[in-house]
């Protein structure tokens, strides 16, 4: 599959806003990573490990200081580009509040599509379908700020959708989000992946989320650590644990029984699955 994000040997720093005499915090070290079209990624790691900066590049809202990122073959940190990188990358932050900016609804899809300069019947279309898609469109005539935060998070990602764009990036979309806005979410977001083949990158800490995933990518100190299939990244469970992070508790179930004598596969990251596997540990055990 061909890349539609390229990151290469790509360095970034802050400075310190309180202390002038300080060196800048270095977060991104030498990071290298590709996103081919079509993917879902999901990157994983601690606050401060600079996964959410890394996903700031992507869209350009932050340039490289050293290294490389192109979108579809452009550089960056072209600023004349700048329009076109934001039609093939849109981004979604973690507070949906943050970027509903009208007072309706299908205003609020409509948004960038106007100031893009679409023509009114290409517009009602595309926000009708962008509201179709993340099932909101029965709310299209409704306040954003009479709905649920799982909706308003779908209205947000509607307006990216609307502008057509090949990838979202999506920062931690449901961490103010309560079980059930966050299932919402997700399930919206694996149906633009499967249904109409968006590459989806999702920064989120809820190790649930990245199982769905079809590559994980683990951050740690500003420097990638592993990359793999969810399965294989999840098996190494005292590594995770190591570096802050948890697993998935059928994981973490199946470890534990492991460290206990019990025959099982730390690769486990689904409930089913591991249904089946503590059956197959009773049948053997009654035996």
Do not use: W
């Amino acid at each position: 599959m061909e890349n539609i994000i390229s990151v290469r040997n790509v360095e970034f720093s802050y400075a310190n806003d309180f202390d002038d005499n300080s060196s800048p915090k270095q977060i991104l070290k030498n990071v290298s990573l590709d996103i081919k079209k079509g993917e879902f990624v999901a990157i994983l790691g601690h606050n401060g490990s600079g996964k959410s900066t890394i996903a700031k590049h992507m869209n350009a809202v932050l340039t490289p200081q050293s290294g490389t990122v192109t979108v579809e073959g452009i550089d960056t940190t072209e600023e004349d580009k700048l329009f076109d990188i934001r039609q093939h990358v849109g981004m979604v932050f973690q507070n949906p509040d943050n970027q509903i900016v009208a007072t309706i609804v299908e205003e609020d899809v409509a948004f960038a599509l106007e100031n893009m300069g679409v023509e009114p019947v290409e517009m009602r279309k595309r926000v009708d379908d962008a509201l179709k898609s993340v099932g909101m469109f029965e709310y299209k005539d409704h306040s954003p700020h009479q709905l649920s935060g799982g909706q308003k998070q779908r209205v947000a990602i509607a307006g990216i959708i609307a502008m057509r764009p090949d990838c979202i990036v999506l920062d931690e979309p449901t961490a103010m989000l309560d079980p059930n806005g966050r299932k919402e979410v997700l399930k919206t977001i694996r149906q633009l992946n499967k249904d109409f083949g968006i590459t989806i990158v999702l920064i989120t800490h809820y190790m649930e989320e990245a199982a769905q995933a079809d590559r994980i990518v683990v951050m740690d100190d500003g420097k990638i650590i592993m990359d793999d299939i969810p399965s294989n990244i999840f098996s190494n469970v005292q590594k995770m644990k190591e570096i802050g992070l948890d697993v998935p508790q059928v994981t973490e179930l199946m470890y534990l029984l492991g460290k206990n004598g019990f025959d099982t596969d730390t690769h486990i990251i689904f409930e089913e699955d591991c249904t089946k596997a503590l059956l197959d540990i009773l049948k053997i055990t009654h035996n």
